[in-house]
């Protein structure tokens, strides 16, 4: 059996590295947790683009949650321009029933993607199944691995996830969304990553990545 992270330790380390980030005023107009953002590059055509859920999926009016529109819109972006002929769209059950996958997938699809150019992984329930259960779809036992892809999720996420589809044995190109000007989202989601990280001291996420093959 796969160990996950201790939930109080996650849960302890969070509330540390979000209550130092509180406490820092960020200077000269720079983002706050910059270090862990991954600078542009020029991306090349992959066999899928990969991107990457987020919960909740829905607002409280039923529409699209706003990081997750971020992150469909993108990917549907690089799907526009060519740069892989499949859409991957990744995340487990969510609140009010349904799943992350089917709600990106019904966005795309509303953007213009094609139903037949959209793969849904529908079981992950975290970055580290995201990556294992996409590598299960992308490269089933005895047919050709479509091992090339280009993951797309949220600025402070894309180290972390880039790192986690290398270990499941993709080759990994990675494309962010635009980073939010709002220094309550930016101090979030660099505590949160940081308390990630932390954890993952002992959870060995890039083993947990691993297809079990």
Do not use: K, W
């Amino acid at each position: 059996m796969r160990q996950r992270a201790n939930p109080g330790l996650f849960a302890a380390a969070t509330l540390a590295v979000a209550t130092t980030i509180a406490s820092a005023a960020p200077g000269c107009g720079l983002p706050l947790g910059r270090e862990l953002l991954v600078p542009p590059v020029t991306l090349t055509p992959a066999d899928a683009i990969v991107v990457l859920g987020n919960r909740p999926p829905r607002g409280p009016d039923g529409s699209v949650a706003p990081e997750t529109a971020r992150r469909v819109r993108r990917g549907v972006a690089l799907f526009d321009e060519g740069l892989a002929p499949r859409l991957v769209v990744t995340g487990g059950p969510a609140p009010g029933g349904g799943t992350e996958a089917e709600v990106m997938s019904a966005y795309a699809r509303s953007l213009g993607v094609p139903a037949g150019a959209i793969l849904e992984e529908r079981a992950s329930r975290d970055t580290v199944e995201n990556a294992r259960l996409s590598f299960d779809l992308l490269c089933p036992p005895g047919a050709r691995c479509l091992r090339r892809v280009i993951v797309v999720t949220s600025p402070y996420h894309l180290r972390r996830a880039r790192r986690l589809f290398a270990c499941a044995g993709f080759e990994v190109q990675a494309a962010s969304t635009e980073l939010v000007d709002d220094a309550g989202y930016q101090a979030t989601f660099t505590a949160y990553e940081y308390a990630v990280g932390l954890a993952g001291a002992v959870s060995d996420p890039c083993g947990r990545a691993r297809p079990d093959r």
